[in-house]
């Protein structure tokens, strides 16, 4: 992983923002990368199960977005796609620790598309109802090395 300079009024220990922050809408959409959207979600669902979790995410993603004036940045299938996945992934590992979990799971990390069109095709995924409302997949994924 590279490391990132990330600029944010507040740090939770891992150098991400808080979730009061996230939820505030007081983020560096600039610093605000890919690895801090999945840091976020892993914080959510720390505090709540995946159902309130996941209101809570993409609820501060459409706020942000709206503050920046970037509506159309936000993606519904995305966002609930990646916390379905962590919720997954978390519930699928023994120690629940960031750095543990982060390490176990790169493919969460390294950036969202090449993942994503692992479960979707390009005209689902990129589609205006994919946009506005959580889509399922409509490709198996190849198999992984996660249990």
Known sequence: ??????????????GFPTIDDFEAGKLDPESFDHEAHVY??????????LPLAAVRFTAALKQITGKLGIESKYHETISWFYMILIAE?????????WKTFA???P???????????????????????????????????QESSHP
Not at 1 to 14: I, S
Not at 116 to 133: C, N, T, V
């Open 40 to 49: 976020i979600a892993w914080q959510l669902l720390e505090e709540d199960d």
């Open 103 to 105: 390490g176990a799971n």
């Open 1 to 14: 992983m590279n490391t990132v300079v990330r600029k944010f009024e507040d740090t939770d220990p891992h």
């Open 107 to 141: 493919d969460l990390l390294s950036g969202p598309i090449r993942l994503l069109e692992q479960h979707y095709s390009s005209d689902r995924l990129w589609s205006a109802l994919a946009k506005q409302q959580f889509l399922l997949p409509d490709r198996c994924a």
């Open 89 to 97: 992934r978390r519930a699928l590992q023994r120690r629940h620790d």
